[in-house]
């Protein structure tokens, strides 16, 4: 039935990618500016323009461009980039395991945070430290990533004359280095989105914990830990995962900054570098890329439902 | 002989050959030039930078300072700006480069005698060839004629290249231009390529088709991440470079960089050498007390924003407008605000180019739109019709920078003061670069401009014609003395020239031009025989410096 299942979603993914694949290829040709514009700049004249746009096949029709792309991307193809020549799938392939695991460590972060505190707020509803766990969900929530790392580049260097690694260490050369420079902008990333998961675990795992069959629990006698945790948390998580799936795109966004202030060869400075220069191969290949795996995830997201609660079916 | 013993400067150059006398020019070798108090030249070490993405690696496709700064350490010239403590900043001497020699038999011919013997780096395709005249002239045509070099147009008036014998260079001019030289010595022109890597790549953009025969070679390129150069073995300059290798961090961010300098990653102020006033006065304190090593000196920019304003049309082709505008601008205001109250008022020459700038004060009757008059202003305004007010749009885009934001933002409130209701019509920079800065606005703008290290790129704004001529200026007098001063080969006419141009210029006010804030120029002690100056040619002045440490 799951299979089934999976398999229908993905075939109504396939719909959607082409009209996210229809916007991201639309949108930056609508904006003022393109590519040969910017790369003629301010001594250009038409015949180079008209010249250069030809070279760059930006001179044919737009349904044409699109068709073709599209045909070149089925086959996994993504093009090359208009400045620096080189192919996309070999820029992505390079970066995306950077932002991969940058945005896989935020999230292990957001939830090795979230879980816990939450299920310990809700525990101990209106108890001091639920008030300081929510406060500091709030500071999390309100706190933007970009002035927190800021912060956590700069005092350091003027206090102590130290800042973090600069740089970017691959894992082959120093595996343990190539973690350790992440932790940080992961918990940066981390950290809004373990605000939201934390206040949606204690709110989710308060209702539940109202229910009867936890008052039942509590009745056989039941230590706390078996309650709170078996019965409470288990059926409690499910809109957590659900958010959990719907923060990967923000985390993704927080990356954009991240990257470029700790200087994380990834795809999202790519896709912001490639957007300022109206790089269309480039747009449209982090993008096709970012949208197949929203898709995927919450798709993986919908699966994780039927294991933790058996009584979903598809 | 130069002012330290080294080449020509190039006035004492046009000073022989402008009056169309032969005669042959003395090789530079400053290069080698040493002083005293630094002790003597040591080889070896690795000097650490904060470097930029290049947006790829053939000059001749791109202007960006990325690629320009990069190729500063791999690429040679013909000629180059000499570097080292003993220029002046904001002064651009010239001593040969590729060339040992050249002269000038008349106006319009230009032949240089190429250093025997120079061979490429040893990389493939070329692996170590000898560089020969062909070369030379292949790496001009091609500057001059590959579809989307956008500095084509800085020798447009050469006719043509001729390479008679392997080491000799011909190149005539359609006109005398007075500005050939200083053309082929900025870091922007004409690197010289090698034609098999054309060949073998298409065009240069890939870092494997980065060989020069510059002093260091690229040795390593991690997109977004840092490049490294090392020792060329076959630099053409016995026992140069002295350095080892550099170390190139690539850096985006303005907090990184300020928080990486103060804690000693890089040898150098951050950006090209300096660090900015305003940065600066952020982390001056901490640098006293964890770098107590360095040493500095005050540069100042030629990086000049204006307002700029369409003067084909109402109201801005009223002249009475303009200088009211002008008069509403309070440049002081902007620059104690925004500079930290340092730094130069900018005529139409920025005043960082020493040699050529008109102190404002010397502007004659233009030189009293440089100072805030609000009364005069909102008579002039009133006087134009616009005794109600005037309402503007400035076209503008942040370029990342909080102190350009600043600027916009008193503008706005120091033109509304006078009755100018100007509104910011902020658009991402690239809708504003394709737009805005190329003159495609209604109203008016406000931004930086390019740089140039000679006047002739910031005067070429008040041509008819030319893309960069934000404000549509159509201007006889001005037209006449830009291009006399272009065709004036000796230096000290020419330099009257465009004085007076200044001068006019001031009165037309077509531009409305802030300051260029003072930077500090930043290095490590251990860093020797290392002098600042404006431009990208970051390769070229530490070329002949050394590590003591």
Redesign the interface.
Known sequence: MLRRYLARRLLVAVPSLLIATAIVFTLPRL????AV?????????AK?ID??RA?LGLDRPFHVQYVEWLGRAARGDLGESL????PVVQ?LA??LPVTGELALYATLIALLIAVPVGVLAAARQDSLSDYVVRSLAILGLSVPGFWL??LL??L???WW???PV???VEFRADPLGHVVQLVLPAVILGVASAAALMRLTRGMLLEVLRQDYVRTAWAKGLAERAVVIKHGLRNAVIPVITLLGTQLPQILGGTVVIE??????GVS??LFDA????DYPVIQGVNLLVVSTVVLVNLAVDALYAVLDPRIRY | MSEDGGGLTRRQLLGLAGAATAGAVAPAAARAQTPKADGPPKRGGTIAIRGVDPLHFDPMLTSSFKTHTALAFTHSRLVRHKAGPGVTPGTFPIEGDLAESWMQPNETTYVFKLRRGVRWQPKPPVNGRELTAEDVRYSLERFLTVPGNVLASTLRFVERVEAPDRSTVRVTLKEPSAWFLDMLAAPMAVAIVPKECVERFGDLKKAEACVGSGPWMLDGYKPNQSLSFVRNPNYFVPGLPYIDRVEAAVDEDAASRMSSFIAGKWDIGYDGGVVFRTEWAQIRDALRQRRPTLRTTDVLMNIMSHVSMRTDAPPFNDVRVRRAISLAVDRQAIMDATSEGTGALNPPVPAGLKDWSLPVGQLGDGARYYKRDLAEARRLLSAAGHGNGLPANVCFTTYGSAILVDQAQLILAQLKEAGIDARLDQKEYGAYFSTCFVGKFDSMAFGPQSNFLEPDGYLAQYLPGEARNQSRVEDAVATDLILRQRRTLDPTKRREIVHALQRHLAAQQYYVSIHSGLSVAVWESALKNYGPNLGYDLGGRLTAAWLDR
């Open positions: 904006i003022p500016g393109d514009q910017l790369m003629l700049a301010e001594t250009s004249y180079d010249e250069l070279k400045w620096t020549r080189r820029e390079q970066r790392a800021t580049i700069v350091p260097a003027i004359g130290w800042r600069t740089g970017f470029t202030i700790f200087g994380l060869p400075r790519f957007i300022n220069q109206r």
